[in-house]
């Protein structure tokens, strides 16, 4: 089949774009100056990230396909995270003129399939050459007519409670670093995270006060909502959910590892929590975040680790 | 000063916050896990381009202001290019962590000011390390409740015009790949293009049927909408400015340099053009761009070119 350099830039626009079906809030797709996408309540929610490879996604580690679904999925958690409903992604793709086409097809697969499972769709982009691939991911949204769920609206009093899996990508990336094989659930888990999206809208009709995905790690995470909000928040450790599967250490993982894009807010007290999600801390007056009433070191992710 | 690197991610992310005003469109900036931006007709328009250091720009040949400015700008010209109001931009930022702080902040001033010139503003983004420094650069804008002006629009008859300026940025890297110092005009034509925003409005007030920037090249952007459109496009040098300044092979430089951001459209026969647009051609039945009636290579910019 060749390599991206081989087929030329518009020639791989093609290509890719062929392969991304639209879904119905996009109104125009690729192949014009700029996509237009439906915006029903007269505002759009908006992020962007970037993904380089070696940092974010290592290429012996993952296929395409799950680098594709996990580079959709971050950005799509964000927007699902301000209680918003994913739309459109528009993708930049660099990538070596040696890549082979192959592996970029796999890579917007991936993307395509992670967006259809929330009825987006990859709606525009471009692709450069660069001697390194990185991912640039836009993902769109829309808030239904309903205030975001930002970080800043914790008050003393509320319930602390986390929808989704944690540890998980942690361990998985750590298993990977060491080279070994399994087991095959942490290993996926980091390889394909898989945010609870229902999440965001759930918590909005729960009363939750504050919201975010859980991508650097709980504790941090948790730390952009004390802080936002002007809150200290308290974490009982013993509440946390601890999967066996990670072993004695599981603890650490499930309070400093990213990734799995779980969801944590906070609620009022009276709010009457389903299962799904676990009630893990209070929030009180004061700054940062303890556990188990001790100040909590961050320990997670920070993008400009090497 | 210092670097990036001993700043932090979380340091540098407050360090180019601070600098970013936030224009009216933006209902929640820079900090949660997505902005928020006005689409007040229940539509926006968005793009998004991937800038790469040694491709795209050089930091030997532009300093970070107008690195900053020229990337905002393509991406809004691309916007305005749809007939849209530009109103905010993500910005991924991927730079090595022995950048200079300073560098960093300058870069953020030009993305802002070349927002500011058109009621934008930079709304959200990412920072993230890299082995080179890479910019992606998302722009959104609002189609104030008309359709989007696409390529696809072109019919025989119309009439093909030209706002802005061509040629001068090609003129000007070729300068400085020589080693140059002058003439200054072209130079700073290529550090920073100025797009013709009002062009996109002007355009559709005027019945244009197709729209695009200039950013590959006139030959081969006019290819574009004949593509798209499925009809012929005859251009007639001699009815195309050639600055002085681009000498003696300036019309090769205007029909093919790219970067420069004009607008080119087609209009209904009966259009009564401005003298802000130069008709420099007509549509016709067939396939492709002919210059004084020969088929034209594009020689336009080819984003896989190393």
Redesign the interface.
């Known amino acids: 089949m060749g390599t991206?350099?081989e087929l030329?830039?518009f020639g791989?626009i093609g290509r890719l774009t062929r392969r991304l079906p639209q879904a119905s809030p996009v109104?125009?797709g690729p192949?014009?100056?700029?996509?237009?996408?439906?915006?029903?309540?007269?505002?759009?929610?908006?992020?962007?990230?970037?993904?380089?490879e070696g940092?974010?996604f290592r290429r012996d580690w993952s296929g395409p396909y799950d680098i594709g679904r996990k580079a959709a999925a971050q950005n799509l958690a964000?927007?699902a995270?301000?209680g918003?409903r994913p739309t459109?992604l528009?993708?930049?793709?660099?990538a070596p003129?040696s890549t082979d086409t192959a592996w970029a097809e796999r890579l917007y697969d991936g993307l395509a399939d992670e967006c259809r499972a929330v009825g987006a769709s990859v709606?525009?982009?471009?692709?450069?050459?660069?001697?390194?691939i990185?991912l640039?991911v836009?993902?769109?949204?829309d808030?239904a007519g309903r205030p975001?769920l930002?970080?800043?609206g914790a008050r003393p009093g509320d319930v602390v409670a986390v929808r989704g899996r944690l540890g998980l990508s942690a361990a998985g990336m750590r298993l990977l670093a060491e080279g070994r094989d399994g087991p095959a659930e942490l290993l996926l888990a980091h390889r394909r995270p898989q945010p609870p999206y229902e999440a965001g809208e759930e918590a909005r009709s729960l009363g939750a006060t504050a919201?975010?995905?859980v991508s650097d790690g709980l504790v941090q995470d948790l730390g952009h909502i004390a802080a936002?909000s002007g809150v200290r928040i308290d974490v009982d450790s013993a509440a946390l959910h601890v999967p066996d599967v990670l072993g004695p250490d599981g603890l650490r993982d499930v309070l400093t590892g990213g990734e799995d894009h779980a969801f944590a807010g906070t609620f009022p007290p009276a709010a009457a929590l389903p299962p799904s999600w676990n009630a893990v801390g209070v929030v009180a007056e004061g700054t940062g975040v303890r556990v188990d009433g001790r100040p909590a070191e961050g320990g997670g992710w920070?993008?400009?680790?090497?």
Chains 1, 2 share one sequence.
């Open positions: 991206i350099g030329g830039e791989l109104l125009l192949g014009d100056d700029a996509a237009v996408v439906a915006a029903p309540d007269g505002r759009v929610a908006a992020t962007a990230d970037l993904l380089v940092r974010h964000d927007i995270a301000m918003a459109a528009l993708v930049g793709f660099a003129l709606a525009g982009g471009d692709v450069v050459g660069a001697s390194e990185t640039a836009t993902a769109l949204g808030l975001p930002t970080r800043s919201l975010l995905d936002a920070d993008h400009f680790r090497p």
